[in-house]
């Protein structure tokens, strides 16, 4: 069964803490992308990684970090510094052809930091 | 930088009726654009999106949406709502280096009976 798992669908901190987030795919797609979204504001990227063991900060990276020791696999981890963290989390990937093909994206994680 | 603009973050229809939302952006290269639905604590799934040739595209429940350059203009449209359409609908351009999508703030649709 082909896809993206993130995991879990809902995780509850305490304010200081720092959390990761799961997302693994089993599609073989190089590209992989984490994203944030708040009610009105569409989605913003956080960070992005287009090769194992590579990665780039997004318009929002503040507060976060990721890494990318296997294709499969694109933790996020939301640091104390991130101001605001309460937020639904959606991975995506991109197949390995380019701009023109479709992010695919994973189920979400809605983080409620209290 | 390329930026997206949806134009109501709330349309109300009534069942049958037709189904408009929305969608400028502004880009400095040939844009690649894509249009797509979430349903409550889900993720998005693609609905259409355009990249070259024909300006009319067509997707998947029936929607499509027709790239006007002069415009800079992506609008979505259904002939008829049905009562499952009732979602939030994005429209986000691919940006350059890494394949970014830039999104727009969204416009939920809800459909009355």
């Known amino acids: 069964d082909g896809g993206i798992t993130q995991s879990p669908k809902y995780l509850f901190r305490k304010e200081g803490q720092n959390v990761t987030l799961s997302c693994e795919q089993n599609?073989?797609?190089?590209?992989m992308y984490w994203y944030r979204q708040d009610p009105g504001q569409g989605l913003r990227l956080i960070y992005y990684?287009?090769?194992?063991?590579?990665?780039q900060k997004g318009d929002i990276a503040e507060g976060y970090s990721v890494s990318r020791e296997k294709k499969e696999s694109f933790p996020l981890t939301v640091t104390s510094a991130q101001k605001n963290p309460t937020a639904f989390y959606l991975c995506?990937?991109?197949?390995?052809?380019?701009?023109?093909?479709?992010?695919?994206f994973g189920p979400g994680t809605r983080l409620t930091v209290l | 930088a390329q930026s997206v603009t949806q134009l109501g973050s709330h349309v109300s229809v009534s069942e049958g009726a037709l189904v408009l939302l929305r969608c400028n952006y502004s880009?400095?290269?040939?844009?690649?654009l894509f249009w797509y639905v979430q349903y409550p604590n889900q993720g998005l799934q693609l609905l259409l999106k355009y990249t070259t040739g024909a300006t009319l595209v067509k997707g998947i429940n029936g929607f499509e949406a027709e790239f006007k350059k002069s415009e800079t203009s992506f609008h979505l449209t259904k002939p008829s709502a049905h009562m499952s359409d009732a979602a939030e609908y994005f429209c986000?351009?691919?940006?350059?280096?890494?394949?970014?999508?830039?999104f727009g703030a969204g416009t939920i649709l809800r459909v009355k009976s």
């Open positions: 986000a351009v691919s940006e350059g280096y890494g394949n970014k999508l830039v």
């Open positions: 990684s287009q090769i194992v063991n590579d990665f």
């Open positions: 599609l073989n797609h190089d590209a």
């Open positions: 880009s400095s290269v040939p844009p690649y």
């Open positions: 995506a990937t991109l197949p390995n052809g380019g701009s023109t093909d479709t992010q695919y």
